[in-house]
């Protein structure tokens, strides 16, 4: 006599895999924690920082406004994981010196920038308006320091998950 069981076996599976499934999983999926890598540059020319006192005060990982002293262009702050929803924002404040050194020409321009890279792979870069690399004879750059204090050079960038727009 033949073995009953692997037949029996066999027809239970065959049932059961051509069942369908009428139940629906109505629990909603696990929120995936979404961050960003943040990068604020501040560039322009090489003779900038001879002619001003530059501020950045900028959004840190917690989202407060922090300020630092510029020293040196170009300059990057990194914030290496920020949770979203972020808000990334860099303001610049140019003070010019009373004091800098005789030069024919100088190199002036700055700009800022905010650059992102995030969890869900989004990836850009945005700016203020950067003026390339000027150069200011040196007849004109006290007016070109009266100019350039008063100029707002700031930026904002609303970082969301790809989920919230």
């Not at 170009?74 to 030069?103: D, G, H, M, R, W």
């Not at 100088?106 to 990836?123: E, H």
């Not at 100019?147 to 930026?155: M, N």
Request: glycine content about 4%; aromatic content about 10%.
């Amino acid at each position: 006599m033949k073995n009953p069981v692997f037949p029996l076996f066999a027809w239970t599976v065959m049932y059961l895999s051509a069942c369908e499934n009428t139940q629906t999983n109505t629990a909603a999926p696990l929120p995936v924690a979404v961050n960003a890598a943040v990068a604020y540059t501040i560039q322009g020319g090489r003779d900038i920082p001879l002619l001003f006192d530059i501020v950045a005060a900028y959004n840190d990982e917690n989202g407060e406004e922090v300020s630092r002293t510029i020293t040196e262009l170009p300059c990057t702050l990194y914030l290496q994981s920020v949770s979203l929803p972020f808000t990334a924002s860099i303001k610049l404040q140019l003070n010019p010196k009373k004091e800098y050194p005789e030069k024919r020409v100088y190199d002036t321009g700055i700009g800022t920038l905010i650059r992102y890279a995030t969890s869900d792979f989004q990836n850009k870069t945005t700016s203020t308006e950067y003026l390339q690399q000027e150069h200011t004879p040196a007849d004109a750059v006290s007016s070109y320091l009266k100019d350039e204090a008063i100029r707002t050079y700031a930026k904002t960038v609303h970082i969301t998950p790809r989920t919230e727009r």
